[in-house]
């Protein structure tokens, strides 16, 4: 990691008694060279680009995606062979904050949003199925990547900030972070278009490698998410048991409609997901990464919601594991008649979806920080498979520590 190569810098240059130049409110040479430390200064009081991000996030500040031909691209590109969607021109494009997406896997941060556009289809095949036009609004959906494999992947990028973002920037004396850019116009009246260099930020700081990270809080992190996994595998199970041309976004469509509009690409509810889709094998650059893998014993799997009714119905479900909770919530959501009201099916899954997305996140964060600082749990045991595990009063924690290649 860059953050821990110039850290090794800095210290053999102290070690020789040569000087060493600081910037910032926090790094000082008194601190650094002399051991001083000022009034009210600590580590925990130094940004980082972690903290950075929750600001924005909490502020409903927006990102502003760099062009395709600057942004570094982390994966394999995907080629649609017959594009059919057509961007809308001359918009500025913007993700909220709030669209942050944490790597299950990879100590990734990146930033999701949407760009519209329209899909044309042929104006014959569109009027043979009763459509009175033939171009239709669209969307689809990127990812740029700021954070990765725990290491910053876009140093200057723009953004919308709000009035709270700016005094907040104002109060940590960075000025090389931002940059103000009030010569350029924007159509949004609340925010100011503000021009951001991180490279200099470490990803994290004292404060994140100090939030609580024990294998307690972990495992009821995990425990929590793997019985909202059972609950929304259960609900979309029953959830695809509704016929088609009763799904909301289905409705205005006859059977023929649909039929067109997937082939070209286009998704009822406006989405377009490509028509001849193909991967470039040489278009991501290999590397290799370390994660974490969190899990619960005897939850590594899911098993199918058929089997698990066939179960219930022969009387031999057991009592624990995966199995069991789905079982239970079946007859939950029978006792409720609530196993054909798609409604509310759908309410009860975006409920869960709420608490994977959340625990995931928090996890993901876990992960970054333990990547970053090389931190280890106390109090884990090793099994004869050389697994590190963790019993905790209702559930055994198991933590294993996996190397892969990305783009291989």
């Known amino acids: 990691m860059r953050e821990r190569e110039r850290t090794l810098e800095l210290l053999k240059l102290a070690a020789t008694g040569r000087k ?8 000082k040479s008194s601190r650094m060279l002399l051991g001083l430390v000022g009034k009210n200064e600590s580590l925990e009081e130094g940004p980082c680009i972690l903290n ?14 760099i062009d395709k031909n600057k942004y570094r691209r982390i994966g394999k590109k995907v080629e649609d062979g017959y594009n059919s969607f057509k961007a809308d021109k001359n918009l500025l494009l913007t993700a909220d904050f709030s669209q942050l997406v944490f790597s299950k896997e990879k100590l990734n941060i990146s930033i999701r949003y949407q760009i519209p556009g329209k899909v044309t289809i042929n104006p014959r095949q569109a009027r043979a199925v009763g459509f009175s036009s033939n171009v239709f609004e669209a969307k689809i959906f990127r990812e740029q990547t700021i954070i990765k494999n725990g290491d910053i992947n876009i140093n200057i990028f723009k953004a919308l900030v709000s009035k709270e973002t700016l005094e907040y920037l104002q109060k940590i004396r960075l000025e090389e972070l931002y940059k103000p850019l009030e010569g350029e116009k924007c159509n949004y009246p609340n925010y100011t278009l503000v021009e951001f260099n991180i490279s200099k930020l470490p990803v994290i700081n004292r404060s994140c490698a100090e939030e609580d990270h024990s294998l307690d809080y972990i495992l009821d992190l995990v425990y929590q998410q793997r019985l909202a996994e059972c609950r929304q595998k259960v609900l979309r199970y029953y959830i695809s048991k509704v016929p088609i041309g009763e799904v909301d976004s289905n409705k205005a469509y006859s059977k023929e409609q649909l039929d067109l509009l997937y082939t070209y690409g286009l998704e009822p509810n406006g989405v377009y997901t490509g028509v001849d889709n193909k991967l470039l094998d040489d278009s991501g650059e290999q590397y290799e990464y370390r994660y974490f893998q969190f899990a619960l014993k005897g939850f590594s799997s899911l098993p199918k919601v058929e089997e698990v009714i066939e179960k219930i119905k022969a009387g031999t479900m057991k009592s624990k594991g995966p199995g069991a909770v789905m079982a239970t919530f079946i007859k ?9 009201n798609r409604v509310e099916l759908m309410k009860l899954l975006e409920k869960e979806k709420v608490i994977i997305r959340k625990n995931t996140r928090i996890l993901a964060i876990i992960k970054l920080i333990q990547g970053l600082t090389g931190g280890w749990w106390q109090g884990l045991q090793l099994d004869k498979k050389k697994k590190y595990f963790y019993e905790g009063k209702r559930a055994t924690l198991v933590i294993k520590v996996m190397k892969k290649v990305a783009n291989k």
Request: glycine share 4%; aromatic share 12%.
């Open 20 to 27: 060493i130049k600081f910037s910032g409110r926090i790094w």
């Open 52 to 65: 950075l991000l929750r600001i924005f996030e909490k502020n409903a500040d927006k990102f502003i995606p």
């Open 332 to 340: 939950e959501l029978n006792e409720k008649r609530l196993l054909s």
